[in-house]
């Protein structure tokens, strides 16, 4: 018997690690553990979205003739009494790339070897693993358009093989827990499909036509512009050799160049989040810690009312906002209004980018520390590639520019349902007067963004050593 350990590539096609374990000529026992120590870093959404991706995954294995088994407790202890009670001679997992899970990773590594049982990882989440595309010196690229010019000429694998039902051991797993059992709340969202069918149904629909208004309409949050898979590739239910490969499929039913480059500029944003990994694998410490090296150095703000505002969609600044509210209804934001309302924590309320991190964290579920760190870290001008500090997202003008009949903010923000878009997106510049007569229940807005601007470059400026 071989065991593959099952963590976020909850799918039994287009599995590397899976498909490794197969074809060792070895019946393969499909295991996932719920670690405590990993699931005090979780959420409600997420561990809701993951318990219904286990189901799922559970459903594909038995009607494969077999089962997933679902066990809770350390890894370090639960694989290795798994592996020897199923007399496996090795354990084979996919690679993850925070610091939390190669800790794990090393751990059960170590229990492993103790118990003579081998074990195998393979990389399989991206497709170029980290140190594969690297400067002429240093490990990584921190610059992305560098990093993405050598992704995109790299030759990518086909989708791997799923196993057939004689590849698989004739297991019987037990119940899957509750969230209750977790000891995790229902969470405040309503949390997206998370399971391979709707991955596929969703690669479909997006590959079928909306992809070749990617490029032009994925800024519009408004707008079905933009793939939704983010969700999915957090837990793997759909594999990246098989989403490229649909896009690759879309690329040549184009009949035209501008879909074509539309296409490209999706694959563009799958390679960011290769990119973001490959970042994480060499520097893990920039969870908390600032990759520019600006550390302690930034004179971030203590304000609790304003950072409680900002996560409740109460700051006055309607497409704010309505991100907020998104994400507290939906576990999802438009990616767009990510940047917007990361922008506004850091730069109009100039609060620490931990603060937005630890939330989003919270509340995504599709949260993936690489690309959250990355984004965070990026709108804060503090990460790598980040955008520059004097550089500073005006909320309205955005808002006017991306989101220009306010249907986003509409939606999201019911105090706003019957305001013009004209007043929406000149809600700062009215009088409080004009504000209390068409929208009495919404905030006037809680800074002044051109002030704020001002001090957000000047504090930079102190920060970089700068100042005149």
């Known amino acids: 018997m071989n065991v593959f350990w099952h963590r976020r590539d909850l799918r039994p096609d287009d599995n590397r690690g899976l498909a490794r374990a197969a074809a060792a000529d070895e019946r393969v026992v499909p295991l996932f553990v719920l670690d405590p120590t990993v699931l005090d870093h979780a959420s409600p959404v997420r561990v809701a979205t993951l318990l219904e991706a286990l189901a799922a995954l559970r ?18 202890a639960v694989v290795p009494e798994i592996a020897a009670e199923y007399d496996a001679t090795t354990v084979v997992w996919n690679e993850d790339y925070s610091g939390l899970a190669r800790d794990r990773d090393r751990a059960v590594r170590a229990a492993l070897e103790d118990a003579d049982i081998a074990a195998e990882s393979l990389h399989d989440a991206i497709h170029h693993e980290p140190g594969s595309i690297t400067p002429n010196q240093g490990d990584h690229y921190s610059v992305f358009s560098y990093f993405w010019k050598k992704w995109r000429d ?14 698989l051991a004739a297991v019987s797993g037990e119940a899957i827990p509750t969230l209750a059992d977790l000891g995790f709340d229902e969470p405040e969202a309503t949390p997206p499909t998370v399971t391979t069918a709707a991955a596929r149904e969703r690669v479909a629909d997006f590959c079928s036509e909306p992809i070749y208004d990617y490029a032009e309409r994925r800024d519009y949050p408004a707008e079905s512009g933009t793939s939704r898979l983010s969700p999915q590739l957090k837990w793997g239910t759909i594999g990246p050799r098989e989403l490229y490969a649909a896009t690759e499929r879309a690329a040549e039913r184009a009949e035209r160049d501008d879909d074509r480059e539309s296409v490209r500029e999706f694959q563009r944003q799958l390679a960011w989040r290769e990119f973001y990994a490959h970042v994480l694998a060499f520097n893990p410490e920039t969870v908390t810690e600032d990759f520019s090296g600006y550390e302690n150095e930034i004179e971030w703000r203590d304000d609790p009312d304003a950072l409680e505002a900002w996560r409740a969609g109460e700051t006055g600044c309607p497409i704010v906002d309505a991100g907020m509210r998104q994400l507290q209804a939906e576990g999802w934001m438009h990616n767009r209004v990510r940047m917007l309302v990361a922008s506004f924590l850091t730069k109009d309320l100039l609060l620490d980018w931990r603060a937005g991190y630890d939330w ?9 520390t690489a690309n959250d760190v990355g984004g965070w870290q990026w709108a804060a001008s503090t990460g790598t590639d980040a955008q520059p500090y004097f550089r500073v997202f005006n909320p309205m003008k955005q808002g006017r520019e991306y989101d220009p009949d306010a249907e986003y903010v509409r939606e999201y923000v019911p ?6 878009p004209a ?4 809600w700062h510049e009215l009088s409080d007067a004009e504000r209390k007569r068409i929208a009495p229940d ?3 807005p809680i800074v002044d963004h051109a002030t704020r601007r001002e001090r957000a470059i000047a504090m930079f400026e102190r920060a970089r050593g700068e100042e005149s």
């Open 59 to 76: 459903s594909q294995y038995r009607e494969r003739g077999s089962d997933l088994l679902v066990a809770r407790g350390e890894a370090s």
């Open 154 to 167: 790299r030759d990518k694998r086909e989708p791997a093989a799923e196993p057939d039902a004689e590849d």
């Open 360 to 368: 989003f964290r919270r509340k995504l579920a599709d949260h993936d």
């Open 415 to 420: 105090e706003l349902a019957d305001v013009s």
């Open 423 to 426: 007043e929406i997106h000149g």
């Open 442 to 444: 919404y905030p006037a």
